[in-house]
């Protein structure tokens, strides 16, 4: 996968494949550190240690969609090439932790992607399920929450197009008046 977003998407995925009703998304820009993390935790029903430490075997998957299962491994290598690593951390019947970092300015950290459309589109794909995204920029921080949007949003529905572009909008110009801030 060449954008972070991607690996963002596919961890998602597994997320509510695992049954979890809340999602958490968490990006860190810190420039001075050189640091880029990205989080995703689920209350999904979690996993062993012996599942998490079968995550890296392409044909280790818990999907029954299909057989082979390479986001967990492509996300750790591009963290890995990128100067960071991935750790997964999960408890049974309490959900998963999957975080990355990388080397912000390293060559071979892939681009973040357009991060607004990919939270929008998780988020209105899945209305029934309640995201939380943050993005936090040099200690500088954005917090996007569906139970407050749904709550202002009424009977509109999160995947209603126009409340779909509107959400774009908002998260992408809140994240752009964060970095215009921060600097």
Same mark, same amino acid.
């Given at each position: 996968?060449?954008?972070?977003?991607?690996?963002?998407?596919?961890?998602?995925?597994?997320?509510?494949?695992?049954?979890?009703?809340?999602?958490?998304?968490?990006?860190?820009?810190?420039?001075?550190?050189?640091?880029?993390?990205?989080?995703?935790?689920?209350?999904?029903?979690?996993?062993?240690?012996?599942?998490? &430490?079968?995550? =890296?075997? !392409?044909?280790?998957?818990?999907?029954?969609?299909?057989? /082979?299962? $390479?986001?967990?491994?492509?996300?750790?290598?591009?963290?890995?090439?990128?100067?960071?690593?991935?750790?997964?951390?999960?408890?049974?019947?309490?959900?998963?932790?999957?975080?990355?970092?990388?080397?912000? &300015?390293?060559? =071979?950290? !892939?681009?973040?992607?357009?991060?607004?459309?990919?939270? /929008?589109? $998780?988020?209105?794909?899945?209305?029934?399920?309640?995201?939380?995204?943050?993005?936090?920029?040099?200690?500088?921080?954005?917090?996007?929450?569906?139970?407050?949007?749904?709550?202002?949003?009424?009977?509109?529905?999160?995947? =209603?197009?126009?409340?779909?572009?509107?959400?774009?909008?908002?998260?992408?110009?809140?994240?752009?008046?964060?970095?215009?801030?921060?600097?």
């Amino acid at each position: 996968m060449n954008e972070i977003s991607l690996h963002i998407i596919d961890i998602i995925q597994n997320s509510l494949s695992a049954g979890a009703s809340l999602i958490r998304v968490v990006i860190e820009e810190n420039i001075v550190q050189n640091l880029l993390s990205v989080a995703i935790i689920d209350n999904g029903k979690g996993m062993t240690k012996e599942q998490i &430490d079968r995550l =890296d075997d !392409p044909f280790f998957t818990s999907r029954t969609t299909r057989r /082979v299962g $390479m986001g967990i491994p492509l996300f750790r290598q591009s963290a890995e090439q990128s100067g960071g690593e991935l750790v997964v951390t999960s408890e049974p019947g309490y959900g998963t932790t999957v975080k990355a970092s990388f080397l912000n &300015d390293h060559i =071979d950290r !892939p681009p973040m992607g357009d991060i607004a459309n990919t939270m /929008v589109l $998780m988020i209105s794909s899945n209305p029934d399920k309640d995201f939380v995204f943050e993005y936090i920029y040099n200690g500088i921080s954005y917090i996007f929450d569906t139970v407050e949007i749904k709550a202002v949003l009424e009977e509109l529905s999160l995947n =209603d197009p126009a409340v779909i572009r509107m959400l774009t909008e908002m998260i992408s110009e809140n994240i752009k008046d964060l970095k215009t801030q921060s600097d």
